[in-house]
């Protein structure tokens, strides 16, 4: 069984950056794809982006450059870089560990934006 934690939401204005972290516990090195996803008020769950233990990453199409996903195993570790936030960004944000035949889930950390 693997822990995630994520942490690093917070407000911001539009326009602006945030850096969320997940932390997996005890290892998330024998998880192939590890990923980010979001989910809106009243909104289905959206996939943000995943990265394989190979480097394979994939964005959702409203990423449109402005999110980086990075992955140490090292540190058992994934990152999301959010640059150039928008009010539509705003949601709670989960990290996934894709496992069958249940993936782990973190709790989300909640990202504001401001208009």
């Known amino acids: 069984q693997v822990q995630l934690v994520e942490s690093g939401g917070g407000l911001v204005q539009s326009g602006g950056s945030l850096r969320l972290s997940c932390i997996g516990s005890?290892?998330?090195?024998?998880?192939?794809?590890m990923g980010w996803y979001r989910r809106a008020p009243g909104k289905q769950r959206d996939m943000v982006a995943t990265?394989?233990?190979?480097?394979?990453?994939y964005y959702g199409d409203f990423v449109k450059g402005r999110f980086t996903i990075s992955r140490d195993n090292t540190e058992n570790a994934i990152y999301l870089q959010m640059d150039n936030l928008q009010p539509e960004d705003m949601a709670v944000y989960y990290c996934?560990?894709?496992?069958?035949?249940?993936?782990?889930w973190g709790h989300g950390t909640q990202v504001t934006v401001s208009a």
């Open positions: 005890p290892s998330i090195s024998d998880i192939f794809t």
């Open positions: 996934m560990g894709q496992r069958w035949p249940g993936d782990y």
């Open positions: 990265i394989t233990n190979s480097g394979i990453i």
